[in-house]
C-alpha cells in the first residue's frame, strides 16, 4: 500500500507535526509513504518534498488578495504536484491542510475526481466546506453559498472584492461528482458542521482524533523547572497557549481573557503564556510571558508544571493544546469553544459560555481545589489521544477506501 500525503507544512505547527508522525509510523508498519508539502522550510526526512518556494507562495498570497479568491491560482505547484501524484501512482492520496498559497484546491480535487484517485481528507478546520473562512463564527452563509460576506476582510483577506460566493460554487463544483473520497474529521463538533454543508453533507466522514506524541506529552517531575522560573511551591499554576498572545478585546484566541483571570485570581495565582507576543504589551505581574515554544519537550514541561490549563478561544475545531494538557495529567478548564467540550475527558475539565469570566474564575477555583491524580488523568487521555490510536484508525481508513474503490 502506498499513501501520498498532501499538507501546507511538513513538521511544522500542529498540521505538519501530525503528517511527519503519521508519515514516519505509517514507513514504520512497513507501508510506502510519501509526504508533498508547500511552505515553510525544506526536509531532510526521507520521501519529503516541497513543491512551492516561499516567494512563488507569497505572490500568490498577494494575487489572492486582489482576485478575492483565496484557494485559486497557484499554477505551478499544482501542476508540480498533479505530476508528483501521477508520477507516484499511490493507492490513497491523503489530503490534510491545504490552506496558505501553495496548491489550487480546485484544480487539485478536480483532477483527484477525474482520475478516480481514492482520496482520503482530513477536516482540521472549516474552508474546505466553507470555500473561504477557517472559522465560520457565527455565520451561516457557507450553508446557501456565501456572498455578501460580513467578515471579508478577516476571511479572505480581500483588499476589493466579495469573490466569496464564486469560490463557493468552484469548490462545490469540484466536489461533485467526487465517487472515491472518505472525510476525516478531527472532532464530533466538525463532522456534525460538514453534514450541514451543501459542499461535503454528501460524502462519508469518520472522526478521528488528532494523535499526541505520548513519549513526549506525559507526566514529569518539574521541580527544577518550577526553581527556574522562580515560582513558589504553595502557588497555584495556570497555563495558557497561543500562536500569538493578543489581548485586544476582539481577540481570537482570547488573550483579553486571561488578563482578566490574571487581575481576579490575583499573586497566589501564577499564570505562564506561551506565543509571540508585542514587546509593548502591558500585563499584570502576575502573568509571565516565555514567548514561542517550538520545543515540544520544553511544552510538554510547561503542561505538567502547570496545575490547569486554560483555553478561551471563540472557536476551535479540536484543541491540540486540550490533549496535549491531558495527556500530562495537567486537567483543563475554559470557554465553550465547540470542539474542545467534547473531545475533552470530561471528568477532568470544565466548560462554560464564551465570555463568561465569572464562571471562568470560579471553575479555576473549583479545579485548583481539588486536583486530580496527575497519573489518572494521563493513563486516560493517552489512550484516547495517542498517536498509535490515530495510526490504526487511519491504516484502516486506507484499507476500507481502497476496498470500496476497487468495488466501483
Same mark, same amino acid.
Not at 522562580?230 to 483579553?256: C, E, M, Q, R
Not at 496545575?307 to 476551535?316: A, F, Q, R, Y
Given at each position: %500500500?502506498?499513501i501520498?500525503? *498532501? @499538507? @501546507?507544512?511538513y513538521?511544522?505547527g500542529?498540521?505538519? &507535526?501530525?503528517?511527519? #508522525?503519521l508519515?514516519?509510523?505509517? %514507513?514504520? /508498519? ?6 508533498y508539502?508547500?511552505r !515553510?522550510?525544506?526536509?531532510?526526512a526521507? @520521501?519529503?518534498?516541497?513543491?512551492c518556494? #516561499? ?7 498577494l494575487?489572492?488578495r ?13 501542476r508540480?504536484l498533479i +505530476?508528483?501524484? %501521477?508520477?507516484?501512482?499511490p493507492?490513497?492520496?491523503?489530503l !490534510?491542510c491545504? @490552506?496558505?498559497?501553495?496548491v ?11 482520475h478516480?484517485?481514492?482520496? $482520503? ?6 474552508f ?12 451561516n452563509r457557507?450553508q ?9 476582510? +478577516? ?12 469560490s ?7 466536489f461533485?461528482?467526487f465517487?472515491n473520497? +472518505?472525510?476525516t474529521?478531527?472532532?464530533p ?6 453534514a450541514?454543508a451543501?459542499i461535503? !453533507?454528501?460524502?462519508?466522514n ?7 506524541? =505520548?513519549e *513526549?506529552?506525559h507526566?514529569?517531575?518539574?521541580? !527544577? ?5 522562580g ?11 497561543a500562536p500569538?498572545?493578543?489581548?485586544t478585546?476582539?481577540?481570537? &484566541?482570547?488573550? /483579553? ?5 490574571a487581575?481576579?485570581l490575583g499573586?497566589q ?5 506561551a ?7 502591558n ?9 514561542? *515554544?517550538?520545543?515540544q ?6 503542561y505538567?508544571?502547570?496545575?490547569? =490549563?486554560?483555553?478561551?478561544? &471563540?472557536?476551535?475545531t479540536?484543541?491540540m493544546?486540550?490533549?496535549e ?6 486537567p483543563v ?8 467540550e467534547?473531545?475533552?475527558?470530561s471528568?477532568?475539565? &470544565?466548560?462554560?459560555?464564551y465570555g463568561?469570566?465569572?464562571t471562568l474564575?470560579?471553575?479555576?477555583? #473549583? ?8 497519573r489518572? *488523568?494521563a493513563?486516560?487521555?493517552?489512550? $484516547? ?8 484508525q487511519?491504516?484502516n481508513?486506507?484499507?476500507?477506501? %481502497? #476496498?470500496?474503490s476497487?468495488?466501483?
Amino acid at each position: %500500500m502506498k499513501i501520498l500525503h *498532501v @499538507n @501546507n507544512v511538513y513538521d511544522y505547527g500542529s498540521t505538519g &507535526k501530525l503528517t511527519a #508522525e503519521l508519515h514516519r509510523r505509517l %514507513m514504520e /508498519h512497513g507501508i510506502d509513504s510519501v509526504v508533498y508539502y508547500g511552505r !515553510q522550510k525544506r526536509s531532510t526526512a526521507p @520521501n519529503t518534498y516541497k513543491i512551492c518556494s #516561499e516567494w512563488y507562495a507569497k505572490a500568490n498570497n498577494l494575487r489572492s488578495r486582489i482576485t478575492g479568491l483565496m484557494y485559486g491560482g497557484c499554477y505551478i505547484s499544482t501542476r508540480h504536484l498533479i +505530476q508528483a501524484i %501521477m508520477k507516484e501512482k499511490p493507492d490513497v492520496v491523503h489530503l !490534510q491542510c491545504l @490552506n496558505g498559497y501553495f496548491v489550487n484546491i480546485y484544480k487539485l480535487i478536480t483532477f483527484l475526481k477525474k482520475h478516480h484517485i481514492p482520496t $482520503v481528507l482530513t477536516l482540521h478546520a472549516e474552508f474546505m466546506y466553507t470555500a473561504n473562512c477557517g472559522y465560520a463564527l457565527d455565520c451561516n452563509r457557507w450553508q446557501t453559498g456565501c456572498g455578501y460576506c460580513p467578515r471579508l476582510r +478577516q476571511a479572505t483577506k480581500s483588499y476589493f472584492l466579495d469573490r466569496t460566493a464564486t469560490s463557493w460554487k468552484n469548490m462545490k463544483q469540484a466536489f461533485n461528482g467526487f465517487s472515491n473520497l +472518505q472525510l476525516t474529521s478531527v472532532s464530533p463538533w466538525l463532522k456534525e458542521r460538514a453534514a450541514q454543508a451543501p459542499i461535503l !453533507q454528501h460524502f462519508p466522514n469518520q472522526v478521528i482524533y488528532n494523535g499526541v506524541n =505520548t513519549e *513526549v506529552f506525559h507526566p514529569m517531575d518539574t521541580t !527544577q523547572l518550577r526553581k527556574q522560573l522562580g515560582i513558589p511551591v504553595n502557588t497555584s499554576v495556570l497555563f495558557y497557549a497561543a500562536p500569538f498572545f493578543d489581548i485586544t478585546p476582539d481577540s481570537f &484566541k482570547g488573550g /483579553h481573557h486571561i488578563v482578566e483571570l490574571a487581575k481576579r485570581l490575583g499573586p497566589q495565582v501564577q499564570i505562564l503564556v506561551a506565543g509571540r507576543y508585542n514587546r509593548s504589551l502591558n500585563y499584570p505581574a502576575n502573568i509571565k510571558l516565555l514567548g514561542y *515554544v517550538s520545543n515540544q519537550q520544553q511544552l510538554a514541561a510547561y503542561y505538567a508544571l502547570a496545575d490547569i =490549563t486554560v483555553l478561551t478561544s &471563540k472557536k476551535e475545531t479540536f484543541s491540540m493544546i486540550c490533549a496535549e494538557s491531558l495527556c500530562c495529567g495537567t486537567p483543563v478548564v475554559g470557554f465553550e469553544a465547540g470542539a474542545p467540550e467534547q473531545i475533552s475527558l470530561s471528568q477532568y475539565s &470544565k466548560f462554560c459560555k464564551y465570555g463568561d469570566i465569572t464562571t471562568l474564575t470560579h471553575f479555576v477555583q #473549583e479545579t485548583a481545589a481539588h486536583l486530580p491524580s496527575r497519573r489518572e *488523568v494521563a493513563l486516560q487521555a493517552q489512550q $484516547v489521544y495517542s498517536l498509535d490510536t490515530m495510526v490504526k484508525q487511519f491504516i484502516n481508513c486506507y484499507h476500507n477506501l %481502497m #476496498e470500496k474503490s476497487h468495488a466501483l
